[in-house]
């Protein structure tokens, strides 16, 4: 088959970059091509549907007449392994051909399994896509304890559905506190604090050496000897950049596909975004990879301006994160703690049950934690993407009734107007240069 | 596009678009009981901000590339294809709070009983909403831009 614009991934930068490209190009063929059997469903929302709290039909991303609406071929269930980039042309493993004008991969990321002695038992699971939730549901059955490895936003989230679900559950992290990699220390012992009163285990510090049992497993030994039982295993340690595609052609990847401020890789027609790709992240001012699902679907928006011939850049993304389990909210974006050095200021205010933090380099802010009170953190959130100097309010940033009213006059008014439609308003001016995203 | 703005010389902090917004979004509509005894309690989808002599009320700007929309984890926020206004799908919410951090005007706030995000609707069924009609200052405005084609 042949297609204009075809699509490997039908998750958040897969639906981004098909939203955008028909914004602009309602006709010619658009194909997402996907490995799961199903329609776009919401990744994050897999814990709520093993927590029992919603269906399937709950969790779809969009509306279940959205291809046909959109006039876009969905191919479900059907796996891309080869890329051939000069004959501009992939091939799934069913031995369809599809030729396409411009490629965009989002196929996402792997979940890490680190070599654990006896992790091929029944009872050992991932838990990235709605397959991994199914199987862990089917399982459960009169299940009663559970050790989660790994202490980051997908153990978490888990371990919120099994406890949810009426289980017993161990969290194994390997450093020495959870969700150690978006949180500072002071946040991370806030958030262990409401799940150790959920009546969750956390042993920080430890890794998992060995899953016991038989067939099946039935507990697992840590790496100072000690050994519990459990029922079933969650791997929990995150994703990796799912770039087996482009191993084998001349894309460049680093530790995911490397590509431009455009999302696009060194071939002049093959974009990337989401999981799988190392995106700028402004905050870093440096490719890295960041596999959240906001800035995949900005980054497929991005990819799919470009693909459709409107040249649209990307601001570029950073770390963001809201949690609210076992009832406490959190939100942390950019860096969650500041380096040692001189160059940093950091301010901070904490109560019984609430924490702030700003953390401001040159006086631009450079990474926020928020627990408890979030609602004002979306202002501080635009300062750092929009990279404003905040000098002139920065004691005011934690006050308590912080808002637009301390920003300087000129920036509240820009604020309080709608910002423009750059997309739009680019449209007739296309070859007179090139427009950036909102944000920048 | 429809959208109320300020004109921030006329306001003067009073308060009162954000009393008339939370009675309108309240199921008795009388302005005792929605105050006083409605469970759950109705909440105001604008607030006022105040710093000294500034103040200004806040309500979602219903934007053209709105940041909330696209970091939405559910597909709950969405744009509307005719209106073009920002609308959330109170079904389809589950109250994570990524379009909090994503709005940079702090326009969203947590109904911490539904877990659902609330925000400006503008009025559903009135012609021109509440706050507006209300403001004894006439400090606010209901503009509708030409929509951008």
Redesign the interface.
Same mark, same amino acid.
């Given at each position: 088959m042949q297609t204009k614009y075809l699509i490997i991934g039908n998750s958040a930068g897969g639906i981004g970059a098909a939203e955008a490209i028909r914004q602009v190009d309602k006709e010619s063929a658009l194909t997402i091509v996907s490995e799961e059997p199903y329609p776009a469903y919401s990744r994050p929302l897999i814990s709520k549907y093993l927590a029992g709290e919603r269906t399937f039909e709950e969790i779809l991303f969009r509306p279940v007449n959205f291809y046909e609406q959109n006039n876009i071929t969905l191919l479900p269930g059907k796996k891309v392994t080869h890329l051939e980039l000069d004959a501009q042309t992939a091939w799934s493993e069913d031995g369809t051909q599809i030729a396409w004008d411009k490629l965009l991969l989002a196929v996402g990321g792997n979940p890490i399994f680190p070599k654990i002695k006896g992790s091929d038992k029944r009872g050992v699971f991932t838990f990235t896509n709605l397959d991994d939730a199914k199987a862990v549901d089917r399982f459960l059955g009169s299940a009663r304890k559970a050790v989660v490895i790994g202490g980051g936003l997908i153990g978490i989230s888990v371990t919120e559905a099994l406890v949810k679900r009426g289980f017993d559950v161990v969290v194994v992290e390997m450093k020495h506190r959870i969700l150690n990699t978006i949180l500072d220390q002071r946040a991370s012992l806030m958030a262990e604090e409401v799940l150790k009163q959920a009546g969750v285990e956390i042993v920080a510090g430890h890794t998992v050496v060995e899953i016991n049992g038989r067939e099946t497993a039935e507990g697992v030994t840590l790496d100072n000897g000690e050994t519990m039982t459990c029922d079933l295993v969650l791997v929990a340690i995150g994703v990796s950049p799912r770039s087996e595609l482009a191993l084998d052609t001349k894309l460049e990847v680093n530790r995911g596909i490397v590509v431009d401020r455009h999302l696009a890789t060194n071939h002049p027609d093959v974009y990337a975004c989401g999981d799988v790709v190392e995106a700028y992240d402004f905050v870093y001012e440096d490719n890295r990879l960041i596999p959240i699902w906001p800035n995949a679907y900005i980054g497929g928006r991005i990819a799919g301006f470009n693909m459709a011939g409107i040249p649209t850049k990307y601001p570029g993304g950073t770390a963001m994160n809201s949690l609210n389990y076992f009832g406490i909210d959190i939100v942390s974006a950019g860096m969650p703690t500041a380096p040692n050095n001189d160059d940093y200021e950091v301010m901070s205010k904490q109560e019984t049950s609430t924490y702030q933090k700003v953390i401001l380099k040159d006086n631009f802010i450079a990474g926020m934690i928020s627990v408890g009170n979030i609602e004002k953190s979306g202002i501080i959130f635009g300062l750092m993407r929009d990279k404003i100097n905040v000098e002139s309010f920065k004691q005011s940033l934690l006050a308590d009734n912080f808002g637009l009213a301390f920003f300087p006059q000129a920036l509240w008014r820009e604020r309080l107007e709608a910002p423009p439609g750059l997309l739009l308003q680019s449209v007739p001016s296309i070859q007179t240069g090139e427009k950036t995203f909102v944000g920048e | 596009?429809k &959208?109320v +703005? @300020?004109k921030e010389e006329a306001c003067i902090g009073c308060g009162l678009c954000q009393v008339y917004c939370q009675l309108e979004h309240s199921q008795s509509k009388d302005l005792i009981k929605a105050f006083k005894k409605e469970t759950p309690r109705p909440l105001p989808r604008v607030h006022v901000?105040?710093?000294v002599e @500034? =103040?200004?009320p806040?309500q979602c &700007?219903? /934007? !053209?590339?709105p940041?909330c929309v +696209? =970091?939405c984890?559910? $597909?709950a926020m969405h744009k509307e294809s005719i209106s073009d206004e920002v609308v959330v799908d109170m079904?389809?919410c589950? $109250? /994570?709070? !990524?379009c909090?951090?994503? /709005?940079?005007?702090?326009a969203?706030? &947590?109904d911490l009983d539904s877990k659902t995000v609330i925000k400006c609707d503008l009025c559903p069924g009135r012609e021109i909403p509440a706050c507006v009609i209300n403001c004894p200052n006439e400090a606010l405005v209901l503009s509708a831009?030409e929509k &951008?084609?």
């Open positions: - | 596009m &959208r +703005y @300020v901000e105040r710093n @500034v =103040s200004f806040i &700007r219903h /934007c !053209t590339e940041w +696209y =970091s984890l559910t $597909g079904e389809k589950i $109250g /994570c709070w !990524t909090i951090v994503a /709005c940079p005007c702090g969203l706030s &947590r831009d &951008r084609e």
